[in-house]
């Protein structure tokens, strides 16, 4: 294997740092957290891990790498910013989501594994909760739980099944509807709604930002402006910086939706991206409207493309989804403006009341899809020394600020690191290789006629 950017102009992660070195921020979240760029790798190093990536996946690797063994020498480059990517600019849900939902999970891989797995992505929520409490981590937390609404006849029979699956499977899901939906929102578009009571929402760029205080804290070398451009697939790992060079006994490639770029996982795990709008804050009378003032869950409407909004801190609408797009090549965009509109105008006619009220950001970015929705962790290469956690598909952020519990422990155990216990459940996405899904231009072609056929079904079914 033998990882090389130098082809094509070093771009695809955006500019986090402008000429002058300042942040440039990406959305709303950033403008939230202060952020002095650190200084690039700019000298050749040795050490025991490197990690790509300061996304939640790099951060969390970081962690539990220290965690278990506080003398490794760990290493983490990121091309832009920590949190530049997926991890500082999502929805902010922390949610046990696998795979399109969790009834698709049980019909595509039997209730065991499917329950297997769902309660990986529980423990992944609690775990989120606890080590944001335990480490202190600044976040704005909320335990808000999550909602998934119902806006259609076919959608709602579809719930009324993944509820059934998800009583059968041990999860405490609620059927909610009436007054007891209305006391959670109120909007004519809603007809049902399912609660889950375990997920909460963060502010993810304050998030991603302190746990780089933390594994900085804990001796980790945080290097950023520091791109990838090219890795050796050798022992030790060869990685070379545009000012720099590392030789690490091992690394763990934590680039998520970026992994197209290095050709990592090309055409398995598609860059997809997913696209925000938020409001100005709303006053308590503008929230009495919507009735979200009492209980703030998290929404999300059940349709094939989604809807996701929530409340901030400052009680602004953070409104996300529509669409899901991959561009020709895999390219990488920050902004679409047919999504934006498009996104402005469904939360017109979620919220009527609120027509008049100002959007004052709009941003999207890059996330890993497989074709089953599953993500993907394990090792790549030659010699047992290259690692990766991606695929993430639209709800990474519990299991990716998780994801060191997992690969950690599979990193130490390969370098022959005694005491590490074997993990008492391996969840099935370790090891897995997603499905192929061909080269350009069928891949885009038929990516675009999967998503028109999705697009038709939500229409006809009226969600
Ligand atoms: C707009 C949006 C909304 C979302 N909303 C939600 C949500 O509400 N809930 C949820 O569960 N999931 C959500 N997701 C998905 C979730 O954010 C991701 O699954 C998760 O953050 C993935 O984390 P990661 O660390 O693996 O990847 P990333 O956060 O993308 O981190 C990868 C990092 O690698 C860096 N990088 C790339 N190439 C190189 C290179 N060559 N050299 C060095 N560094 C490099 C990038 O700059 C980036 O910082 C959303 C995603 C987006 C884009």
Not at 173 to 192: K, M, N, P, T, V
Not at 425 to 436: A, C, K, L, N, Q
Request: proline share 5%; net charge negative.
């Amino acid at each position: 294997m033998h990882l090389n950017l130098d082809t094509t102009p070093w771009q695809h992660v955006g500019q986090a740092v402008d000429d002058a070195g300042k942040h440039q921020p990406v959305g709303y979240w950033h403008e939230t957290v202060s952020v002095t760029p650190g200084a690039p790798l700019a000298e050749r190093l040795q050490c025991d891990v490197a990690i790509v990536g300061g996304g939640f996946t790099g951060l969390s690797t970081a962690y539990h790498l220290k965690q278990h063994k506080p003398s490794l020498d760990v290493v983490l480059i990121e091309a832009g910013v920590v949190g530049h990517g997926a991890s500082g600019r999502n929805g902010g849900f922390v949610m046990p989501l696998l795979g399109w939902d969790l009834l698709y999970a049980a019909d595509k891989l039997g209730d065991k594994t499917a329950g297997d797995a769902y309660r990986v992505m529980y423990d992944a929520v609690d775990y989120v909760k606890r080590t944001v409490t335990e480490q202190q981590l600044e976040c704005d937390l909320e335990a808000t739980g999550y909602l998934l609404l119902n806006t259609c006849a076919a959608r709602e029979k579809r719930a009324r099944r993944e509820y059934d699956a998800a009583h059968r499977l041990g999860f405490d899901h609620q059927w909610l509807e009436g007054a007891d939906l209305d006391a959670y929102i109120r909007s004519d578009q809603f007809i049902s709604g399912v609660f889950d009571p375990h997920p909460c929402i963060v502010n993810p760029a304050k998030l991603a930002r302190a746990m780089k205080q933390l594994i900085e804290s804990m001796g980790v070398r945080v290097y950023e402006q520091t791109p990838l451009l090219e890795l050796r697939d050798e022992q030790p790992v060869v990685l070379r910086t545009p000012e720099g060079e590392i030789r690490a006994q091992q690394t763990m490639l934590a680039v998520n939706g970026y992994g197209e770029a290095l050709g990592l996982m090309k055409s398995r795990i598609l860059p997809v991206h997913t696209f925000i709008v938020l409001t100005e804050p709303l006053d308590d009378e503008q929230l009495a409207q919507t009735g979200w003032s009492e209980k703030r869950a998290s929404l999300e409407s059940a349709r094939n493309f989604i809807h996701y909004f929530r409340l901030t801190a400052d009680n602004r609408i953070l409104f996300g989804g529509e669409d899901a797009k991959l561009y020709y090549g895999g390219r990488y965009y920050d902004a679409d403006e047919d999504v934006f509109d498009a996104l402005k105008g469904r939360f017109r006619a979620y919220f009527p009341s609120l027509h008049d009220v100002t959007f004052t950001h709009q941003w999207g970015g890059v996330l890993g899809i497989s074709l089953d929705m599953f993500p993907s962790f394990g090792t790549t290469g030659d010699h047992e020394n290259i690692f990766y956690a991606a695929g993430y598909s639209g709800h990474g952020v519990a299991l990716s600020n998780y994801a060191g519990a997992i690969v950690a422990p599979l990193m130490l155990r390969a370098a022959g690191e005694a005491g590490v216990p074997e993990p008492a459940h391996t969840p099935f996405f370790v090891g897995r290789r997603p499905t192929w899904m061909g080269m350009e231009p069928f891949r885009y072609l038929g990516v675009q006629a999967y998503r028109a056929l999705l697009r038709v079904q939500d229409r006809i079914q009226g969600a």
